[in-house]
């Protein structure tokens, strides 16, 4: 089985009629000089920034973070590098950045805390920003954007930041900004957000969680958080819909991407790219190589119409074992 994954490195993450559905890396989360999988990937999909945020007892400077972001750009120039904006708060509390709240993921999170405190963002988006002179891999992704309020102010501030190193003489480009759709009110702008966007990546995760009202860290209801969730599929079909709407490309980032069963779907949905940890990256290809889009269409529709997750994975087992 493993002979069989290894028989996969290298070659094109490509349906049996040709279509190309290139698979990025999340990273970020552990602390290596080369992430694993990075000859593999067509690059990172989702850069968690948090790690360095969650090991000190103070916020990292402009210079630390810099050397961070410069570190991993260069790893992979010149792949494309998304790297998220602080996403703290909810399932990710910083020890010297107390928030008391008794529903932290309906609370202070992601972009939430960057609005305000605008000298927080505004230090990592100039670090990432002077990150990527000379290598011009960089994208820039928004976490838990709810309203076009939020979007609108974030880009300000980039803006803003990019101006700042223009005016002090560095030569830093204005890097693709993507807006993340994990909450459900997004899903039902997905078509405004965008419009003002370069792309959307969907974090499926949270968005999961807030579909289906199942804190995805509680074991108690465990059994009730399911991303393949027909309700969860409805809402991946709306944001495609809404993005192709202005032309812009959906990237899946939450674990649904490295699921075999999910990323068939995904690629049924119409969806540009996935992105997963190293772990899921041949076997997702694996799925990928032994389709049609056509048929991943198919399977697509009819999850669409299964009432239960059970009943979606029961139907995309089957159906994956009669492909082999
Ligand atoms: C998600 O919510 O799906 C996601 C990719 O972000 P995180 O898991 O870091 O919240
Ligand atoms: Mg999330």
């Not at 949270?206 to 399911?226: F, S």
């Not at 889009?293 to 399977?299: T, V």
């Amino acid at each position: 089985f493993t002979a069989e994954l290894d028989a996969l490195r290298g070659l094109p993450s490509e349906t049996t009629d040709g279509y190309s559905l290139p698979l990025y890396l999340n990273t970020g989360l552990v602390s290596e000089q080369r992430p694993a999988g990075s000859d593999e990937a067509a690059g990172v999909g989702l850069y968690r920034t948090e790690l360095p945020f969650l090991v000190r007892d103070r916020f990292p400077g402009e210079g630390a973070q810099y050397s961070n972001y410069r570190r991993i750009l260069e790893v992979f120039a010149p792949r494309t590098v998304t790297i998220r904006t602080l996403d703290i708060g909810g399932d990710k509390p910083l020890s010297y950045f107390p928030i008391e709240e008794s529903n932290p993921f309906l609370g202070w999170r992601g972009i939430r805390v960057a609005l305000d405190h605008p000298q927080i963002f505004m230090t990592q988006v100039r670090a990432m920003l002077s990150a990527s002179v000379g290598l011009d891999n960089l994208q820039l992704l928004l976490p838990m954007i709810t309203t076009i309020d939020e979007l609108e102010e974030a880009q300000h501030m980039i803006a803003r930041a990019h101006e700042e190193l223009i005016d002090e003489g560095h030569e830093v480009c204005m890097p693709p900004v993507g807006a993340m759709i994990e909450v459900p009110a997004a899903v039902y702008q997905a078509e405004n957000l965008a419009g003002r966007v370069d792309f959307l990546s969907v974090g499926t995760n949270d968005l999961t969680q807030y579909l289906l009202a199942v804190d995805r860290n509680n074991p108690r209801v465990a059994g009730l958080y399911d991303d393949l969730h027909p309700a969860v599929l409805w809402a991946l079909t709306t944001v495609v819909a809404g993005a192709r709407a202005h032309g812009k490309e959906v990237s899946v980032c939450g674990e649904l991407a490295g699921d075999p069963l999910g990323a068939a779907l995904l690629l049924g949905a119409g969806v540009h790219s996935l992105s997963m940890s190293a772990a899921s990256l041949l076997r997702v290809k694996g799925v990928i190589r032994s389709l049609s889009r056509g048929r991943a269409r198919e399977l697509l529709n009819d999850s669409l119409r299964c009432d239960t997750g059970a009943a979606v994975r029961k139907l995309l087992t089957g159906a994956l074992e009669d492909i082999g």
